[in-house]
């Protein structure tokens, strides 16, 4: 007959069934080898009466409830201690609730964790097939042995959280990086930011090292003499700079030789900088200086990388010669496609809206004052500043009525591909009417009409174009929400871009350490030594010829294949090549996260991340 195992004197205390033929609660460390586990019974039933987490993942044994459906509600039935034969003392009764491993709760940034030597109370250990194990700390109170579920001991996880979209959206680039951001948006964002930093193109004359809070001015644009004038008879020039104080970039339209007649001038563009569209370049501030060796008006307005004016992007390589204006011959694959000139007329037309809704005018608006940011975003630019060099000599309303105007000829010049359409507006509706769609035609025709309302007899505003649009708004919207849903798929495949940076760590931790438990040789025994022969293997390898493998792909494939726990074996030679180990990835990750373990809990443990 088997013996029972002998008692050993420990602080734990197994939670067992209770007895159906005993009226008392029997605890025993004893249990018989052969005997079938039984279901354990839930602690917050021994201490507290109930378990508030009964029915919503506990996997513990709850006793059946009386049934009060013929008594009407009544408060939970709570058990005396002093009727359970428990070893439990009463001061543990004021032990926080315990919180079953397969509760989820929120999981804080920090988490502590106190020396095993510290604690003095009692520690529960619950071992169950379909729940982690259950570690226990002392949160720094007296009394308080359980885990607290405001600061709970929290371990990076086990598992990796590399998936292939969070969001379901149709893979419209049929792109093969399922795990990872796609190699056109990081490229494209790498080259966003390479422009910020870029050096300058077109440098023909002299810049001046700091302007007003800004400095490294560079240029974004020729400084020729036979550039076009912007506004009456001044020039204008563009530069890119970095404020001195925020260190954000910033663009700054310069125009050149112009006298502001009072300060006071400036407050004009104070409610543009209040306004904030997504269709509109933002305007900070506007100043003027000397720094130029002449009396300069200069406007900041935010920078956007890579983008480029609709004069550069599809009518300055189209634009006839003579003085003649006719409409070039255009081949089919040269016209801009229907979508994407839909996509700019309800891009305009909403930023026009809420301009004109604030009481504000563009008063210029043409393909050099728009510019196209990617993937067909329009943020029209040099906002207030026809405000702020040209007084209003007319009624706002007026302006709205050449806004409404200019918008039209903004569009036909898109269809057409040219930027002098001329005024002969038949013609080149004509045009667009066999080349687009008769909506189209419409919409463009009521734009560049200056008629009055023919039933209410007012200005025709430019809300009304929104009849025109119809269904192409909601296409609009579909394909802004397909964009974002893109986006955040590629996002989602970052979110476990610092896995790597945290398994380096525990290498840092762990390799070379000189003393750990009053043990000199502790990182170079057992587990510990695996892990340093492994790390010699990704960071300490040569080639055949003794060169050292610097190769950054060596170190992410290996990182990688350690990091999941891949069953592919590996041969780990000692540095005096007198021995060798043939182990897989999974078995280094074992040792990693034993020896991490071993100084988590250790006598000298702290912060865990």
């Known amino acids: 007959m088997p013996q029972p195992p002998p008692q050993t004197t420990s602080n734990a205390i197994e939670i067992v069934k209770p007895s159906s033929s005993s009226s008392n609660v029997i605890f025993t ?84 964790i106190s020396s095993p030597t510290s604690i003095t109370a009692i520690q529960i250990q619950i071992q169950n097939k379909d729940s982690h194990a259950f570690d226990a700390g002392s949160s720094g109170k007296s009394g308080q042995v359980y885990m607290d579920i405001n600061h709970p001991i929290t371990y990076p996880p086990n598992y990796h959280l590399y998936n292939k979209s969070a969001v379901p959206f149709p893979d419209i680039a049929g792109t093969q990086h399922g795990f990872f951001v796609s190699n056109d948006i990081n490229y494209e964002l790498q080259q966003r930011m390479h422009d910020i930093w870029a050096p300058p193109v077109h440098v023909s004359s002299p810049v001046p090292e700091e302007i007003h809070n800004y400095h490294s001015i560079v240029p974004l644009e020729a400084l020729t003499l036979d550039r076009r004038k912007y506004f009456g008879h001044w020039y204008s020039s563009c530069y890119r700079a970095t404020n001195t104080r925020s260190g954000q970039v910033y663009t700054l339209r310069r125009l050149e030789n112009f006298r502001l007649t ?136 007026t302006y709205h009525q050449e806004d409404i105007i ?61 009849d025109f649009i119809g269904g192409r708004l909601l296409d609009e919207m579909d394909s802004i929400q397909l964009r974002s849903d893109s986006l955040e798929s590629q996002l989602a495949c970052e979110l476990e871009n610092g896995r790597l940076v945290r398994l380096l760590s525990k290498f840092g931790f762990i390799n070379e350490r000189p003393e750990f438990a009053h043990d000199f040789r502790w990182s170079e025994t057992g587990d510990k030594y695996i892990v340093k022969l492994f790390r010699d293997f990704v960071f300490h390898s040569v080639d055949p010829n003794g060169h050292p493998v610097i190769s950054l792909t060596h170190v992410l494939t290996h990182l990688n294949k350690l990091d999941s726990g891949s069953e592919e074996k590996l041969m780990l030679v000692s540095r005096d090549e007198q021995s060798c180990l043939v182990v897989s990835y999974k078995e280094v990750k074992r040792c990693v996260e034993a020896a991490f373990r071993e100084l988590a809990i250790g006598p000298s443990a702290g912060t865990v991340f």
Not at 353 to 381: E, P, Q
Not at 442 to 461: C, D, E, M, R, Y
Request: aromatic share 8%; hydrophobic share 35%.
């Open 29 to 112: 460390n004893n249990r018989r080898i052969g005997d079938t586990p039984q279901p354990r019974q839930c602690r917050n039933v021994l201490i507290y009466g109930s378990c508030k987490y009964e029915g919503k993942g506990c996997s513990f044994q709850h006793p059946p409830r009386p049934d009060s459906s013929l008594e009407g509600p009544t408060e939970p039935v709570r058990m005396e201690p002093s009727r359970v034969a428990s070893p439990i003392s009463l001061q543990h009764l004021n032990a926080p609730e315990f919180v079953p491993s397969s509760i989820p709760y929120t999981t804080p940034s920090e988490a502590t």
């Open 262 to 397: 009072h300060e006071s001038a400036l407050a004009s563009i104070e409610p543009w900088r209040q306004f904030y569209h997504p269709n509109i370049v933002s305007i900070r501030e506007a100043f003027t200086t000397r720094a130029f060796n002449d009396s300069s008006l200069v406007l900041v307005y935010d920078y956007h990388p890579l983008s480029a004016t609709l004069y550069d992007k599809y009518l300055k390589s189209r634009t006839p010669s003579g003085p003649s204006h006719r409409i070039a011959k255009i081949e089919p694959i040269d016209i801009i496609p229907e979508p994407v000139i839909w996509s700019f007329i309800i891009q305009i037309a909403n930023a026009m809206k809420a301009t004109h809704d604030r009481g504000l005018a563009f008063r210029v608006l043409d393909s050099t004052k728009v510019l196209l940011t990617g993937h067909s975003r329009i943020r029209i630019n040099c906002c207030g500043m026809a405000d702020l060099i040209g007084p209003e000599i007319a009624d706002i309303s």
């Open 406 to 466: 200019s918008f039209g000829r903004l569009m036909i010049s898109l269809c057409c591909r040219t930027a002098n359409p001329g005024s002969n507006y038949p013609k080149a509706l004509d045009f667009i009417g066999r080349t687009y769609s008769l909506e189209l035609k419409n919409a463009l025709q009521f734009l560049v009409t200056p008629q009055l309302h023919p039933t209410h007899g007012s200005p025709k505003i430019i809300g009304q174009i929104f």
